[in-house]
């Protein structure tokens, strides 16, 4: 598979706690984005963050990447049970693969109220 | 809504058929994308096209699969020949390269093949 790995791959949290979730991915990067998929609306584009930055905040949202390591995480903080859902990574390579993601097999949160 | 769109939501087939699905991407997009999920895994990259020239192809997009945009605006997807193993989701999105990198994703076909 060419697909990264995240990490955990299931999160149980309580309302209010914060919960990270890490991805890896194999090759080099023009940038990383954050993705949320639930039942009722589909995938949905969270953040992204350029392979020179190391660190990126929206909202409730941090993100932060190492391309030393080629990881990721994502930090939600301040969970709400409306972030139940599950969160993908995917990065892309720009250069001539510039359109294509390659997603990770993605972290399954659930936020209990 | 102006989103990007796919129909048909849901198709059973059976072996063997031929199956096509219809992308409708935002309208100022010119850049659309077509992927695959199955259970528990993350959407698998198929092709993309860049108004109406497709740029890139995945592996996975053997030869029973075709995808065209003509005219730069809604893709169609077909698979010929169908097998159980092309059950999945289909996922189409669409980005404006003059914008940024983000996708936007329409809520997918839903393919069964029996």
């Known amino acids: 598979s060419q697909q990264g790995e995240e990490d955990p791959q299931a999160l149980s949290i309580q309302e209010g706690e914060n919960a990270t979730m890490n991805c890896s991915y194999k090759?080099?990067?023009?940038?990383l984005q954050w993705y949320r998929q639930n039942s009722g609306r589909g995938l949905v584009h969270l953040i992204l963050?350029?392979?020179?930055?190391r660190e990126k905040h929206s909202g409730r949202l941090r993100v932060t990447l190492d391309t030393s390591k080629k990881s990721s995480s994502l930090l939600i903080t301040a969970s709400r049970a409306a972030d139940t859902a599950s969160y993908f990574c995917?990065?892309?390579?720009?250069?001539?693969?510039?359109?294509?993601?390659?997603f990770g097999q993605g972290t399954i949160l659930t936020v209990h109220p | 809504d102006t989103g990007v769109s796919q129909d048909p939501r849901h198709k059973i087939t059976k072996r063997g058929q031929n199956v096509t699905f219809r992308c409708d991407p935002i309208?100022?997009?010119?850049?659309l994308y077509w992927y695959r999920q199955t259970l528990g895994q993350g959407p698998e990259f198929l092709t993309y096209?860049?108004?109406?020239?497709?740029?890139?192809k995945s592996r996975l997009l053997s030869d029973r699969f075709s995808a065209e945009r003509p005219k730069g605006s809604f893709s169609t997807l077909e698979i010929q020949r169908t097998e159980q193993g092309d059950s999945a989701m289909y996922l189409c999105?669409?980005?404006?390269?003059?914008?940024?990198?983000?996708?936007?994703f329409g809520p997918g076909t839903r393919l069964t093949v029996t």
């Open positions: 999105a669409s980005s404006d390269e003059r914008t940024g990198y983000e996708q936007y």
């Open positions: 963050i350029r392979s020179n930055e």
């Open positions: 995917a990065s892309n390579a720009g250069g001539t693969s510039y359109g294509k993601l390659t």
């Open positions: 096209f860049q108004n109406e020239a497709q740029l890139e």
């Open positions: 309208s100022e997009h010119n850049r």
């Open positions: 090759t080099s990067i023009n940038n």
